[in-house]
């Protein structure tokens, strides 16, 4: 199992990035998949999270970002609109133990990638 992080970078406020997570060694389609990130000092927190055909989001983000699958790729993404200052950190994707919906708390995720720094600043 692997996942890896790209996209990140550093955007003003209002800005977009879209980040992206491949994956390999399982079938997308099979787990919930997820974004959390962590900013410095601070607990790694829930971002959004895709799996069976639903979606959630973490309040701050709603209707801000979007995150999508493409089985074919391989691959899970989260498009972020009209960043903000907060919204830096390194962000990370993960895979939750198949069978769980605890999709929002990390000890029930089992693989992790490296993470994609974000910062949001003018």
């Known amino acids: 199992v692997q996942l890896a992080e790209s996209g990140g970078g550093l955007v003003q406020p209002g800005g977009s990035l879209r980040l992206s997570c491949a994956t390999s060694g399982f079938d997308l389609n099979s787990y919930y998949m997820s974004w959390f990130r962590e900013a410095p000092g601070a607990e790694r927190e829930f971002v959004a999270s895709i799996g069976y055909g639903d979606t959630h989001y973490k309040n701050s983000v709603k209707g801000r970002f979007t995150i999508s699958a493409d089985n074919a790729k391989n691959t899970v993404y989260l498009q972020m609109d009209r960043l903000r200052p907060e919204d830096t950190a390194v962000y990370y994707c993960?895979?939750?133990?198949?069978?769980?919906?605890?999709?929002?708390?990390?000890?029930?995720?089992?693989?992790w990638g490296q993470g994609t720094q974000v910062t949001v600043s003018s």
């Open positions: 993960g895979r939750l133990q198949r069978g769980s919906f605890y999709y929002s708390r990390t000890q029930y995720y089992e693989a």
